[in-house]
């Protein structure tokens, strides 16, 4: 893990506190946001607001799940001026149609509900059904969980980030943290792709809400079970249901509920 300081990344600033009758001058630690501009093959891509620290692995799993980048070997250059806030990317086959259908409207009947759902058109070429053998029992989802509470200093210190954690035979594999929820997907996924760690017998652990674009994320990730400190949405659950994902909601305080693919949870 790059980042084991949680102060780096913030800055103090000057705060008045009040605790019931009793007033404080003091200093806290602030979350840093940085803007980050992508230049794609020498043209702006995208700005990206994100928090310091990982932004190889923010950019490269940014492009992966956009379906810009197939594998780490897509990436001819990638170089990163934090101070500038500016990234450069050279792939090495030049301009995708992942490319040119970047933030294309894309939409469709949700789940066979009649409903309409959106998509961005990359979301479409990219997202995948996921079939996995993998089974947990709500003690081990729980367990997880309180893995990724107890490694969140940062957030304890601050409570301006989330954070997220690929978790597989009992422990924390990798960890994340960004002020952004799907940047911190990006930083899991990026580290994935760089570093050669799997992800289809992983589960994902996030301390946030599960919407349906984190859903898409999940899934093209290819990763089955994502166990999240707060609520799901319905259009996630919709998308999770069609897509082979288990969610589980709420996991903390030794509890937890699972909406969708109960079947990977022993005693469901």
């Not at 995208?46 to 897509?74: C, H, P, R, S, W």
């Not at 170089?79 to 490319?99: F, P, R, Y």
């Not at 959106?118 to 709500?138: G, H, P, Q, R």
């Not at 954070?163 to 930083?187: M, P, T, Y």
Request: charged share 20%; glycine share 8%; with cysteine.
């Amino acid at each position: 893990m790059r980042n084991t300081d949680p102060l780096k990344g913030t800055a103090q600033y000057q705060v008045v506190k009040f605790r019931g009758a009793d007033v404080t001058n003091t200093e806290e630690p602030v979350v840093e946001e940085l803007p980050l501009t992508i230049y794609l093959n020498g043209k702006e891509l995208v700005t990206m607001l994100a928090a310091y620290g990982e932004e190889d692995y923010l950019v490269t799993g940014f492009l992966a799940t956009e379906g810009i980048i197939q594998n780490i070997k897509d990436i001819k250059s990638l170089d990163v001026d934090v101070l500038q806030g500016i990234i450069h990317v050279t792939t090495a086959s030049g301009e995708t149609v992942a490319e040119k259908m970047f933030l294309k409207r894309y939409l469709t009947a949700c789940c066979g509900k009649g409903r309409s759902a959106f998509y961005f058109a990359n979301d479409v070429l990219t997202a995948k059904t996921v079939d996995s053998e993998i089974k947990l029992t709500a003690q081990q989802a729980m367990a997880y969980s309180e893995m990724l509470e107890s490694a969140s200093a940062t957030f304890r210190l601050t409570g301006g980030v989330h954070g997220g954690a690929l978790a597989a035979e009992g422990k924390l594999v990798c960890w994340s943290q960004d002020i952004g929820r799907h940047n911190v997907f990006d930083k899991l996924y990026g580290r994935c792709l760089i570093e050669g760690i799997s992800t289809h017998d992983k589960v994902l652990v996030f301390s946030g809400r599960v919407s349906s674009e984190i859903i898409l994320k999940v899934s093209k990730m290819n990763i089955s079970i994502i166990i999240a400190r707060s609520a799901p949405t319905s259009l996630a659950l919709d998308m999770a249901e069609e897509l082979g994902v288990t969610v589980i909601g709420f996991a903390r305080e030794e509890r937890l509920n699972v909406y969708t693919h109960a079947e990977r949870i022993i005693g469901c």
